[in-house]
C-alpha cells in the first residue's frame, strides 16, 4: 500500500481492511473445505472465526461509508477512530495468524494432508501481509 493518499489515508486503510477481512472470512471456509477429517474442534473455531470475520467486515464498510460521507473533510477525532479499529483489525489479524499456526502444527488431518500445509501457509502470509500494512500505518502516525 502506497502512503501518498493524505487526507484520504483513514479511507484507503478502511479498504484495505475491508478487502482482508474479507479474505480472512472467505479462508477460514477454504481450509475447512480442504480438510474434510479437520478435528471438529479446529471446524468449530473457524465457524466462530467466519462469523466475527463477516462482522468486523460489516463495520469496516459501515466506516467506509461514514468516511465517504464526510466529503474531502476527515474530522481529527473520526480519523482518530479509524486508527483505534486499524489497532483492533491488526490484533484480531494477529489471533487469526496463530489459529491456522495451531491447525498446521497440532491438526492430526492437516499433518496427513500436504496441500492443505501449503495453504495455511499461504493463508498465514496474506494475514501478515495485511499485519505489515496496518502496522506501517499506526506507526507512520505516531511519528507525525
Partial sequence: ???????????????????WKHQEEE?????????PD?????????KEWEKVLGETRHQVLR???TVTRSANYIPAQLHQHVLKLTSYYLEQSLNFI???????????AVKNNPTAKVVLDHIIRESEYFVGIA???LYQQTTQ
Fill in 1 to 19: 500500500m502506497q502512503f501518498y493518499y493524505g487526507q484520504q489515508m483513514p479511507l484507503r486503510i478502511l479498504d484495505e481492511a475491508e478487502f
Fill in 27 to 35: 479462508h477460514t471456509v477454504v481450509i475447512r473445505e480442504l480438510t
Fill in 38 to 46: 479437520l478435528e471438529q474442534e479446529y471446524v468449530n473455531a473457524l
Fill in 63 to 65: 466506516f467506509i461509508e
Fill in 98 to 108: 496463530k489459529l491456522c499456526e495451531q491447525i498446521k502444527t497440532e491438526s492430526e
Fill in 135 to 137: 502496522q506501517a500505518l
